[in-house]
């Protein structure tokens, strides 16, 4: 998911998707533990999902808008 798309959603749908993510970085950390995972990437991919919705809620709550918007 890129950062526009998440801009563009609501800061209560932000928040319900990122606990999605989380559930499925829990999924895909028992299933590296377990031997299972085989695409590697997708540890990588959700770990920076979950940062980049973190980092898209604390600007909202602290009133910052993103270089161009208005």
């Known amino acids: 998911m890129k950062a526009a798309e998440i801009r563009n959603l609501s800061t209560d749908e932000i928040h319900?998707?990122?606990g999605d993510a989380r559930e499925?970085?829990?999924?895909?950390?028992?299933?590296?533990?377990?031997g299972g995972?085989?695409?590697?990437?997708?540890?990588e991919h959700t770990r920076r999902t979950i940062?980049?919705?973190?980092?898209?809620i604390k600007?909202?709550?602290l009133g910052i808008e993103k270089e161009g918007e208005e």
């Open 16 to 18: 319900s998707r990122l």
């Open 24 to 34: 499925e970085l829990m999924n895909l950390r028992f299933q590296l533990a377990m």
């Open 37 to 43: 995972l085989t695409d590697y990437t997708r540890l």
């Open 51 to 56: 940062a980049l919705m973190l980092t898209i």
């Open 59 to 61: 600007e909202r709550e």
